[in-house]
């Protein structure tokens, strides 16, 4: 069994994860379009490719699925998601099995004012005939005017956020309090929305979906301390029966499949769902070390296994504190 890790930049440890797991059953093979991306030097292989917008991009990983008999792939950025659930006929002929959610649910996830419909849309969650909605969602708002109506009305006010609605990473997250710095951010960008500003304990939920029985098997919760970013810098493992309960209701009902990466914020006893990531979250490795092994699952499901449900075997007050690291290399040494 052999394994394609794309687009793996930076996350090193998601590699070395893999690598521990698979043992001598296989090998890792990444790819990045930089040769100083330094993860791939983690792998037991690495190729440089075009950028995922590039064309003919798709035609080299699957050049690559046949080369190293790739059994299965998954990428570690949000924009080639969709891509690879977009083709996933293509790598499926060459026998390369792409772990990762439905197309439709990769486009939601990438789009946060859809979302926020989708948030919007949850009804009769608990099937017992209540209207009664598993997780609240922030008000989001495409469009000054739409904003400002809803200002009017006493159901939202300043502060709020204005972020790209698409985008990931939190890159041109702006939270604003006036009127002028609205305004300006929206004479700048386009494609910009408007969401109201959560001020509740922000949470983050690692979670995996069965490939194969659809059932969610693990949940591992952490709060989140510190952000950099956009991703969570130092967190603490806690579990919420509760909150459990909802996340499986959730991603099951949605249908996602594989690692998934959940945004929550705690506002008294409201949960509210701010994000989804339907792969591994920057802050997966708190969950691994504290035994939580996304990476096996994956493996098992290659395999034909189904996983049994494991949520919240973990051990609580947990920290998980991130530190920069160095790779070095010879030029002599990068991948051409």
Same mark, same amino acid.
């Given at each position: 069994?052999n394994?394609?890790?794309? /687009?793996a930049?930076?996350?090193?440890?998601?590699?070395?994860?893999?690598?521990?797991?698979?043992?001598?059953? *296989?090998?890792?093979?990444?790819?990045d379009?930089s $040769?100083? !991306?330094?993860?791939?030097y983690?792998?037991?292989?690495?190729?440089?490719?075009?950028?995922i /917008?590039a064309?003919?991009y798709i035609?080299?990983?699957?050049?690559?699925c046949?080369?190293?008999? @790739?059994? *299965?792939?998954?990428?570690?950025?949000?924009?080639?998601?969709?891509?690879?659930? %977009? #083709?996933?006929?293509?790598l499926?002929?060459?026998?390369?099995?792409?772990v990762?959610s439905?197309?439709?649910?990769c #486009?939601?996830?990438?789009?946060?004012?859809?979302?926020?419909?989708?948030?919007?849309?949850?009804k $009769?969650?608990?099937?017992? *005939?209540?209207? =009664?909605?598993?997780f609240r !969602?922030?008000?989001?708002?495409? /469009?000054?005017?739409?904003?400002?109506?809803?200002?009017?009305?006493g159901?939202?006010?300043?502060?709020?956020?204005?972020?790209?609605? &698409?985008?990931?990473a939190?890159?041109?997250?702006?939270?604003?309090?006036?009127d002028? +710095?609205? $305004?300006?951010?929206?004479?700048?960008?386009? *494609?910009?929305? @408007?969401? =109201?500003?959560?001020?509740?304990?922000e949470?983050?939920a690692?979670?995996?979906?069965?490939m194969? /029985?659809?059932?969610?098997?693990?949940i591992?919760l952490?709060?989140?301390?510190?952000?950099r !970013?956009?991703?969570?810098?130092?967190s603490?493992?806690?579990?919420?029966?509760v909150l459990?309960k909802?996340?499986v209701?959730?991603?099951?009902?949605?249908?996602?499949?594989?690692m998934?990466d959940?945004?929550l914020?705690?506002?008294d006893?409201?949960?509210?769902l701010? +994000?989804?990531n339907?792969?591994f979250?920057?802050?997966?490795?708190?969950?691994?070390?504290c035994g939580?092994n996304?990476p096996?699952?994956?493996i098992n $499901?290659?395999?034909?296994i189904? &996983?049994?449900?494991?949520i919240?075997?973990? #051990?609580?007050?947990?920290?998980?504190m991130?530190y920069? +690291?160095? %790779?070095?290399? %010879?030029?002599?040494?990068?991948? +051409?």
């Amino acid at each position: 069994m052999n394994i394609l890790v794309l /687009s793996a930049g930076t996350r090193d440890k998601v590699v070395e994860f893999f690598k521990k797991e698979i043992g001598n059953d *296989g090998r890792i093979i990444a790819t990045d379009c930089s $040769n100083i !991306a330094p993860a791939i030097y983690e792998a037991d292989k690495a190729y440089i490719v075009p950028p995922i /917008s590039a064309q003919g991009y798709i035609d080299k990983v699957v050049d690559i699925c046949k080369k190293e008999n @790739i059994t *299965g792939c998954f990428s570690l950025i949000d924009p080639e998601l969709s891509l690879i659930a %977009k #083709e996933k006929e293509k790598l499926e002929a060459v026998g390369c099995t792409p772990v990762v959610s439905s197309y439709d649910l990769c #486009e939601t996830c990438l789009d946060k004012y859809k979302m926020f419909e989708l948030l919007q849309g949850q009804k $009769n969650t608990w099937g017992d *005939g209540s209207d =009664e909605k598993l997780f609240r !969602a922030a008000r989001c708002y495409r /469009s000054v005017d739409e904003f400002q109506m809803a200002r009017e009305k006493g159901e939202v006010d300043y502060p709020v956020f204005v972020k790209p609605q &698409n985008g990931s990473a939190s890159i041109n997250i702006n939270k604003i309090s006036t009127d002028e +710095e609205l $305004n300006t951010l929206f004479d700048i960008y386009d *494609g910009l929305m @408007i969401q =109201e500003f959560m001020k509740g304990q922000e949470y983050g939920a690692d979670v995996y979906i069965d490939m194969i /029985s659809g059932k969610c098997t693990a949940i591992f919760l952490k709060k989140k301390i510190k952000m950099r !970013a956009g991703e969570t810098d130092k967190s603490v493992s806690v579990k919420d029966e509760v909150l459990f309960k909802k996340i499986v209701k959730f991603v099951e009902n949605c249908g996602f499949r594989g690692m998934i990466d959940i945004d929550l914020f705690k506002d008294d006893d409201d949960w509210y769902l701010s +994000e989804i990531n339907p792969r591994f979250g920057g802050g997966y490795p708190h969950a691994y070390m504290c035994g939580v092994n996304m990476p096996g699952y994956v493996i098992n $499901n290659l395999k034909g296994i189904e &996983n049994p449900v494991n949520i919240g075997n973990y #051990e609580e007050g947990i920290y998980m504190m991130k530190y920069n +690291e160095l %790779k070095i290399m %010879k030029e002599d040494d990068l991948v +051409e």
